[in-house]
C-alpha cells in the first residue's frame, strides 16, 4: 500500500502492562511523527523522528513512553506500565522531509484501551 | 508558545448550504505554516492545505476555499454547497518555520454535521 499503515487497529490491555504500537511509513519519507489523540481533542504531538534519531521527543508525557526507529523506516511507540489514562488513539504520520513544502500524511490509527 | 484556537465545537447546516469554520492561532515567529486537515468517521486524518504565513493569498480549491489574514491571526476555511460527505471533523494545525522543529499543533476541531 501506499500510504501509512499501523498495526494494531486495536489494542486493549490491563493497567500496568507493557504495549508495542508499530508504525510502518511511506516508503522513501524520511520523517516520522508520532501523535496522540484523546476523545474529542486534536492531535497532541509526541515525539519525531529524522532517519533513525529522535529529533525531538518533547511530548512524550513521562518516561513511560520510549520510541524506536532503528533503520530509519519502521517505528515503535513503546509504553510500560501502562495506566488507564494512556488510552487514546495513537497515530503516526510522515513526510519527505522536515521542510515547509512537505505535508505530513497520517495513518489510521491504533486505539488503545486500558481497562 | 503556539495555540491553535476553534472556537466553534460543532456546526450542522443543510445541504448546499456554505460554511464557515474558524481558526485563530498565536505564535511568537514571523515565518510558520498553518495546514487544514478532515477527520471523517473512519478516523484518519486527510490533509487539506498548507499555506506559508508569507502568502496571505486567498485560495480555492473546487467547492473550498482558505482566507488567511495575518492581521487577526486567523485561517478560516469555507465550504461553498456543502454535501453530506463532507460530514467529518476538521482541524486547524499550526508549524514553526525552523530547521528542526516540525510538528503540529492542532486545534480542538470542528465537528460539521451536514443533513440533506
Known amino acids: 500500500g501506499a500510504g501509512v499503515s499501523q498495526t494494531p487497529s486495536n489494542k486493549v490491555t490491563e493497567k500496568g502492562k507493557y504495549v508495542e504500537l508499530r508504525c510502518d511509513p511511506i516508503s522513501g519519507h524520511t520523517a516520522l511523527y508520532w501523535y496522540r489523540q484523546s476523545l474529542g481533542q486534536g492531535p497532541e504531538f509526541l515525539i519525531y523522528f529524522q532517519g533513525t534519531g529522535a529529533a525531538d521527543d518533547s511530548g512524550l508525557p513521562n518516561d513511560r513512553f520510549f520510541a524506536v526507529r532503528p533503520e530509519g523506516s519502521v517505528s515503535t511507540l513503546k509504553i510500560q506500565r501502562t495506566e488507564r489514562g494512556d488510552s487514546a488513539v495513537y497515530l503516526c504520520?510522515?513526510?519527505?522531509?522536515?521542510?515547509?513544502?512537505?505535508?505530513?500524511?497520517f495513518g489510521p490509527g491504533t486505539r488503545l484501551t486500558v481497562l | 508558545a503556539q495555540k491553535v484556537t476553534q472556537a466553534q465545537t460543532e456546526i450542522s447546516v443543510v445541504e448546499k448550504e456554505d460554511v464557515t469554520l474558524d481558526c485563530v492561532y498565536e505564535t511568537r515567529d514571523t515565518t510558520y505554516y498553518l495546514f487544514w486537515y478532515k477527520q471523517p468517521p473512519s478516523g484518519e486524518l486527510v490533509f487539506l492545505i498548507r499555506?506559508?504565513?508569507?502568502?496571505?493569498q486567498n485560495e480555492i480549491s473546487g467547492r473550498y476555499s482558505w482566507n488567511f489574514q495575518k492581521s487577526t491571526s486567523s485561517f478560516n476555511f469555507t465550504i461553498t454547497a456543502s454535501q453530506v460527505v463532507d460530514s467529518a471533523v476538521y482541524f486547524c494545525a499550526l508549524r514553526r518555520n525552523t530547521g528542526t522543529a516540525s510538528k503540529l499543533t492542532f486545534g480542538t476541531g470542528t465537528r460539521l454535521q451536514v443533513t440533506l
Open positions: 499555506r506559508n504565513s508569507f502568502d496571505e
Open positions: 504520520a510522515s513526510s519527505a522531509g522536515t521542510s515547509w513544502s512537505t505535508g505530513q500524511f
